[in-house]
Each structure stands twice: as C-alpha cells, then as structure tokens.
C-alpha cells in the first residue's frame, strides 16, 4: 500500500495491446468480476434468486452504457468517474430538462463531451444507443427499480473509490502484466488477516487483471513460464477461475492453489449447484493435486472417489460345529464343517479414512508430514 506501483486495472485494458483492447464489453467483463469478488466479500455471491439474472443483466447495462460515454468523453476508465457518473444519471424525464440538475451533474457534462468527440459511424451508434439508455429506458424506472440497479453497483465499488483501493487500482498504472514476462515476481501486500475486504478485494482484481494479460501473450515472442500462487485460495477464487485453466498451460502458466478443503472453494462460488459445478469444473483443469491430513469428509470422498476404484480380491471363510447330541457338544464332539472363497469386487484403492490418518509433523510423527499425491 505504501509502495510506488499502482495499476488502474479499466484503463489498462482500454489502452493496452492487442487487437481486443479498448473493446467495451471486455472492459464491462473485468468490471464484472470484481463486482464478483466485492459480492463474495459482503456474502451475496449466488443468492440463488429467480430474479438474480435479471439483476445481473441490469447491472452489466448499465455499466456497459456508461463506459462507452466515458471512453468517448474522457478518453478513459476509471472507478471514480464510473462512480460520479452512475449517481448523478437522470432519474426522471423531467429532470432532464432542468438547469440545476445539468449545471451539477457529471453524467450530463460527459454526454455533452462525448457528443463531440463521437465521430465515426460506430462512436455515433455507440454514444446513441447510450443517450436513449439514460435519457429514456433508466430515467422512467420506477424509483425502487432505479435505487436497486444504482446501489447494486455504487455499493460494491465504494471500496475501490476511496483510501488504499483508490491509490493501487483507480489511479495511475506504472506496473502491467508485461513485467511478469521479464521474469519480475510480483507479491500483493495486502495479507487479508491485516487489510480484511480490501485485501481480499485487490489482490483478488490483481490476480484476475494479470491473469488475462498473460493469456493474451504470445508465448512464441514471450515464452517465459510465468507462475500464479494463492495461499488460502477460497479467499480470491472466481467464476474465471475455470475459465483460465482450461487454457492457461499454453500461456506457459502454472497455478498453485492451497485451500483446507472443497466446501472453502464451493462456498465461495456461492455455495449452489452452480458454484458446485465450477469448483467440479476447475479443479478438473488442476493436473497435481496435493492431500495432507484432513478432517472434512467431503474432501476424503473427493479424494478417494479422484483416485478410483481398483479390482480387490476378497477372501471369506466359514466353520460350523453340528453336535450329534448334548454330550457331544459338551465334550466339543461331532462333526464340523468349514468352508472358505475368494470373490472379486471394485473397491477404493485408497479409502476416504486414509486421508484422516495421515501424518501431520511435530513431535508426535518425528516430525514428518504425509501427502498422497494424484496426477
């Protein structure tokens, strides 16, 4: 937090390289996903409300529309304008017309600007599209709608518009993704037991931001392997996640993710049958997996059931003693029976109470920590 690197992580990908940059709808993705983590931090991640995608699409809308009026107007992206902006937005028709809400708000002054400055044919029906939006579509919704959609966004954004957040991430960008390629290591500083939400929050847009810079390079121009690591991993993951690692070990990338168990991860997804999917998903995209002692059943199950079931021979015997009357079976006379088999069966190769019994250092084991590895 007191060091000189900062990274303004909306204007970097409006002006970086590459045929995508400053393509609205990546820049209204990247603002997504740390909305994602903001959610995650405050708890609403994966509500699980028949009306959450409805939300959703609202959300992206009305961040898609107000990019596109301040790349026009500005000539960048930033969460402070984003902010001012969003809250100075019409909120009904007739307000439009007044003088005092067009000599105070930044919304209106960015739309004037952008009026100017658009002049292709794209900008023209970029910026129109955008005027109808907020001049038409969010100036008649009904005030509970509006307040909703604009807390939405404003709430989960105020971190990153104030203090430590606004320095690192909103500001000036004098570090990018480039360094990782030149063999630089770059550590986040801002450990979550000490910075809390913040912490959690930039490292996490961090971590996402430099992930797609990574992926976009071409590793025949750059192909120095680059490397990822995330202790306490459920504090940072996202939807991405998955998405990444189906494709990062082309990028030359290697991601070491530590977590206590599996419920951490699905939890943080949202703790649904969506976020059970994406945790499924990215840990199928994950090659080694690494199992110390552990206590959580499901993580035993998962890891038993990942490595399989093997054919086991099964041996059972049986003995009988038929006493031909009472004094026989006093005495321990008559005739016995015995019997005795081998069946085949599937059966785990390495049971779910293994991973309870594993060794976990100190004095006790002489000091020695047990894992069973899968690859």
Known sequence: PDGPWKFNFLNYE???????????????????????????????????????QYWELTK???????????????GKVSIPDLYEFIVTAPTSVEEIAKKSWQDRSFCYRCILEAEQRATTPRQRRDFNLAVTYFFD??????DKTRSIVVSTVTSMVDM???????DLLCSETNITPEAMEKGHIIFAGLPVVEYGPLGRLVQGILRHSFQLGIQRRNVRQSPRPVFFFADEFQEFVTSHDRLFQSTCRSA????????????????????????????????????????????????????????????????NTNSGHAPDDWTSLVLG???????????????????????????????????????????
């Open 137 to 142: 579509d969010f100036a008649r919704l009904s």
């Open 14 to 52: 409006l002006e970086r390289g590459g045929r995508g940059a400053g393509i609205t709808e990546n820049i209204v993705s990247l603002l997504s996903t740390a909305l994602e983590i903001a959610e995650q931090i405050s708890g609403n991640a994966g509500a699980g409300r028949e009306e959450g």
């Open 252 to 315: 030359r990338v290697a991601s070491v993710y530590l977590s206590q168990n599996v419920p951490n991860i699905v939890a943080a997804l949202g703790g649904n049958q969506k976020g059970q999917a994406e945790c499924d998903a990215l840990f199928g995209n994950l090659n080694l997996k690494v199992f110390h002692a552990n206590s959580d059943p499901t993580t035993n199950n998962y890891a038993s059931q990942l490595i399989g079931q093997t054919k086991q021979l099964l041996m």
């Open 160 to 166: 990153l518009n104030r203090g430590i957040g606004r």
């Open 333 to 375: 006379m008559g005739s016995s029976q015995a019997s005795g088999g081998f069946s085949e069966t599937y059966y785990h190769e390495v049971p779910p109470t293994v991973f309870s019994s594993l060794c976990t250092g100190g004095e006790r084991n002489g000091g020695v920590i047990e894992a069973i590895v899968f690859r």
């Open 60 to 74: 992206r809308q009305i961040c898609r529309n107000t990019v596109d009026v301040l790349i026009l107007a500005r």
